[in-house]
């Protein structure tokens, strides 16, 4: 079964700090990797994706790709309150679906 | 980014009633389209993926005669929930595949009574 794990959260950062979300998949010949920002009650949107080992910067947001250890995190600088919500790390394991994690829950304190 | 829009955002509706919820891909064609449902504080779970011109392809547990997707050009697919009882209650949201980006719309509150 291919999975995608998160830690649940709740995780709180305070405003300005970086957060960092972590998520782990199951599957060495995953291919794609994509972050998905939820507020409460809205559907999910595209925050980043990544293909390749290393970073990839897209104003405040980093995404962290490590192939080797099956492993991708998202790094947000100058926290927001507006950042509040849950992330959702999604993987396409080479087929056309994407399989989610079950998301972190970030609280960003003002 | 891409544009999907779903409609209806919300609905309500009586045990043993149908509801079908719309998905278009507005500024591009989707030859797939798949259909997730998620629960409270639970994370998405794939139903079906649509196809255009061909039958859609449903995720192990999926009642398919329960969950009617139509997916009749390359800008609309729908879910019809048939017979709907208060356990179908949830969020049913769609997504569009542009490349390899999947664009959500913006999701389907669904109650039953």
């Known amino acids: 079964q291919k999975e995608v794990e998160q830690n649940s959260g709740p995780l709180s950062v305070p405003e300005g700090a970086i957060a960092s979300l972590n998520c782990t998949y199951s599957d060495r010949g995953s291919q794609s990797f994509f972050w998905y920002r939820q507020y409460s009650g809205k559907s999910p949107e595209l925050i980043m994706f990544i293909y390749s080992n290393g970073d990839k910067e897209d104003g405040r947001f980093t995404a962290q790709l490590n192939k080797a250890s099956q492993y991708v995190s998202l790094l947000i600088r100058d926290s927001q309150p507006s950042d509040s919500a849950t992330y959702l790390c999604a993987v396409n394991f080479g087929n056309e679906k994407l399989t989610f994690g079950t998301g972190t829950r970030l609280t960003i304190i003002p | 980014g891409a544009v999907v829009s779903q409609h209806p955002s919300w609905v309500i509706c009586k045990s043993g009633t149908s509801v079908k919820i719309e998905c278009r891909s507005l500024d591009f064609q989707a030859t797939t389209m798949f259909w997730y449902r998620q629960f409270p504080k639970q994370s998405l779970m794939l139903m079906a993926t649509s196809n255009e011109g061909s039958k859609a392809t449903y995720e192990q547990g999926v009642e398919k005669d329960k969950f009617l997707i139509n997916h009749a050009s390359l800008t609309l697919s729908t879910l019809t929930v048939t017979s709907a009882h208060p356990e179908d209650s949830s969020f049913y949201i769609c997504?569009?595949?542009?490349?390899?980006?999947?664009?959500f719309g913006q999701g389907t509150r669904l109650t039953v009574v």
């Open positions: 997504s569009a595949r542009r490349f390899t980006e999947a664009f």
